[in-house]
C-alpha cells in the first residue's frame, strides 16, 4: 500500500512534467496540426540556455532562468519562420519530419558545442527536501514545477477565452475566414508557437535541475518527456487543454508503476506500460479522455 | 468573351537528340567506373586504395542502410505516414535471425524470411492500432514501441544475449567479410526490384493515391486502410531484411546498437536521400552510413579538421551535419539527392544532359484540412 503511495505521489510530479510538454504539443496541433516533435527540445534548448546563463556566464539565479525561457521562445518562433512557415503548404508527413529536424538541429548543436564535459547541472531553485508520511522523499523543486503547471494551465485557460486567444482558436478553425475579418493568421501561428514553447521552456528550466542533464534532456536523455508528453496529448484527444493536464499525470503514474515490485523481473517496464497504456487508449477510445465528440 | 486557354505544353522527348558514338564511349566510361567503385573497389580488385577487414563491414553496412532506406521511402515516400521506430524492425529482425541461426541451428537462408515476416508482423499489428485515427499516429505509435523495444525487448537475455551480445554467425560459403558484401549487394537488388515491382502494380498506384489526398483516393474506392497496412508490412519486411543482414555482418549483435539515436538516422538519410527516388534514397543511405561511422571524415583527411578546429569528435559529424542537412533539403531542395543527380542520370540513361531534370513540382494543395 505504501509502496503504491508512493508511486502515485512521484507518478503525479513527474506527470506535471510531461502535462506541461502535451500542453504545447497540443496548443501547436489546435493551430497547426502539426504532431511538434521539437516540443521536448525547446524544453532542453531553454534549459541549456539556463545553465549558460547562471552557471557559465553567473548571471543572476532568477535573471539566468528567464533567459533560458527567452532562449526557448526565440527556439519557437524561429522554428514556426524558418521551418514551419516555408512548409504550411506540404503534406503533414513533410512538417512533422521538419520539427523532427529542428529537435535534431538542436541536439547536434548541443553535443557539438557542450560534449566536453558531457554531464552538466543547473542548481535548484530550492534544495529543500520533504518526507512524506508514507516515506517518499519529494524536491522542493518538484512541487515548484507542480505549482507552475497549475499556474500555466490556469493563465492559458483565462488566455483562450480572451480576444488574442478566441483569435487563436478562430484561425485553427477556418484560417481564410479569420483574415478576412482581420486576424493575421501569420501573427496567430507565431503567437502558438511562441507560448508552446515558453510552456515546453518551463518544463526543461525546471526539470533539468531534478538532476544532471546531458545534451537531448528531455528528449531522449535522464528527463525523456517527449514520449509521454505524446501519450498525454493522445489522451487528450491532440485538442483538449485540461486532458492535457490530466493525461499528463495519468501517464506519470503509469509510469511510475512501472517500478513496483511486482514488475522487478520485467527489464524497463515503465516502457512497456507506457506501451500497453499507449495501446489501450488507442483500442478503446482513440478519440481520447475527456472529449465529449470524436475528432472529425 | 470567351478568352481562348493557353495550350498545354506537354513534355516531349526531343525526338532529334541522338546520343552520338563519343557520347555512348562517355557514358559507358561513367558506367564501367560506378560499376568498378561498387564491384571491385570493396574487394581491392583492380583498385589503389586497400580495404582492409574491418573496412569492407563498412560497406556491407552501407548496403544494409541502404534496404533501411528504402524501407522507410515505402513508409514516407509512398503513403505519407512515418516510423521512429525503425530500430526497433530492424533490431528484432537482427535478434530473431540470430536466434534461428545459432539457438534452433538453421540455415541463414531460413532465418532471412523469418526475420522478414516478424518484421511485417510487428509493422502490420503497430498499424492496425494507429490507423483507428486519421493523422500521423503511427508515428506516436512506433516512438513507443522503439522505446519499448530499447528499454524492455531488447532487456531478455533469452533473447538477445544480455550485454555481452548474440552470436550471428555468417553463412557457409559467405564467411569472409568480402563474400558477405556481395550478398548484402544482392539482397539490395532483391529490394530495389520488388520496390520497383510494387509500384508498377495497382497497389502501388493505389498507395501513391492516397499519398497525395485520402479523401480523394477512398472516394474513388481505394481502401485506405487496407492500402496503408500494406505499405507498412512492405516497410516491415524490408526492415526485418535489413536487420538480419546487419546481425551476420557484425557476427556479434548486442542490444545497445539500437537506439532511438538509429532511429532518427534513417529518417534523417531516407528524407536527405530524397523520398520517392529509389537512387536518391540508396546514395543517402550509404552517404550516412559512411558519415555516421566516421569513415567518410578519415577518407577525406578531415579529422584533424573536424575534431581540432570545429571540436567535434568524429562520430557526431552525421549527429551534427545531417539535420542540418534535413532541413535545408525540406525548405530548399524537396527532391534531396535524388533532385541534385537526376542530370546526370538522365545523361547516363542516354538523354541529353539536362541541368533541370528531376526538378520536384509539387502541386500546391491549397485546402491543408484534406
Known sequence: ?296 | MTKELPAVLLEEEDEQFRVSPGGWLGRGVVWALLAWLVLAVPSNFLSPFEIGVTDINGFSHAAIFAIVGLSLNVLIGYTGQISFGHQAFVGLGAFVSAYVVTDLGWEFWLAVPIAAGFGAIQAGVLGLISLRLTGLYFAVVTLAYGMFAQESLFGIAAITGGEAGKAAPRPIGFESGYAYYYLCLAFVVLVLWLDWRLMKTKSGRAMQALRENPRVASSYGINVKAFTLLAFAVSGVFAGIAGSLLAHADEVIVPVEFNFQLALLFVLMTVVGGLRNRAGVVLGSVFFAFLGSGKLVEWFGLVGFVEGVIGLPKEFVALVIGPILLLLTLTAFPGGIGQQIAPVKMWLLGHRFDMHAGEVNEVEVTDVRA
Open chain 1, 1 to 296: 500500500m505504501e509502496e503504491l503511495a508512493i508511486a502515485l505521489t512521484f507518478g503525479v510530479l513527474q506527470g506535471s512534467v510531461y502535462s506541461l510538454v502535451a500542453l504545447g504539443i497540443v496548443l501547436v496541433y489546435r493551430v497547426s496540426g502539426v504532431f511538434n516533435f521539437a516540443q521536448a527540445e525547446f524544453g532542453t534548448t531553454g534549459l541549456f540556455g539556463a545553465y549558460i546563463a547562471v552557471v557559465l556566464w553567473e548571471w543572476p539565479f532568477y535573471l539566468g532562468l528567464l533567459f533560458g525561457l527567452v532562449v526557448a521562445i526565440v527556439m519557437g518562433l524561429l522554428t514556426e519562420r524558418l521551418v514551419i512557415h516555408p512548409l504550411r503548404n506540404q503534406s503533414k508527413v513533410t512538417l512533422l519530419v521538419g520539427t523532427a529536424g529542428v529537435a535534431l538541429t538542436v541536439i547536434g548543436i548541443q553535443f557539438w558545442q557542450f560534449n566536453d564535459p558531457l554531464i552538466r547541472q543547473l542548481p535548484k531553485i530550492s534544495d529543500a527536501v520533504y518526507v512524506t508520511p508514507f516515506g517518499a522523499p519529494i524536491m522542493a523543486q518538484q512541487l515548484i514545477t507542480l505549482a507552475v503547471l497549475i499556474v500555466a494551465a490556469a493563465a492559458l485557460a483565462v488566455f483562450l477565452k480572451s480576444p488574442a486567444g478566441l483569435a487563436m482558436q478562430a484561425a485553427q478553425q477556418e484560417p481564410v475566414a479569420c483574415e478576412l475579418v482581420g486576424v493575421s493568421v501569420r501573427r496567430v501561428s507565431m503567437m502558438t508557437w511562441g507560448i508552446a514553447a515558453l510552456l515546453g521552456g518551463l518544463a526543461g528550466v525546471l526539470s533539468g535541475a531534478y538532476t544532471i542533464f546531458t545534451a537531448g534532456f528531455l528528449t531522449f536523455g535522464v528527463g525523456k518527456a517527449l514520449l509521454p508528453g505524446f501519450i498525454a496529448a493522445v489522451l487528450a484527444g491532440m485538442k483538449s487543454m485540461p486532458g492535457a493536464v490530466a493525461g499528463g499525470l495519468v501517464v506519470g503514474i503509469v509510469e511510475q508503476f512501472g517500478g513496483l515490485k511486482m514488475f522487478g523481473d520485467v527489464p524497463g517496464a515503465s516502457a512497456l506500460l507506457l506501451l500497453v497504456f499507449l495501446v489501450v487508449v488507442l483500442l478503446l477510445r482513440p478519440q481520447g479522455l475527456l472529449v465529449r465528440k470524436a475528432t472529425a
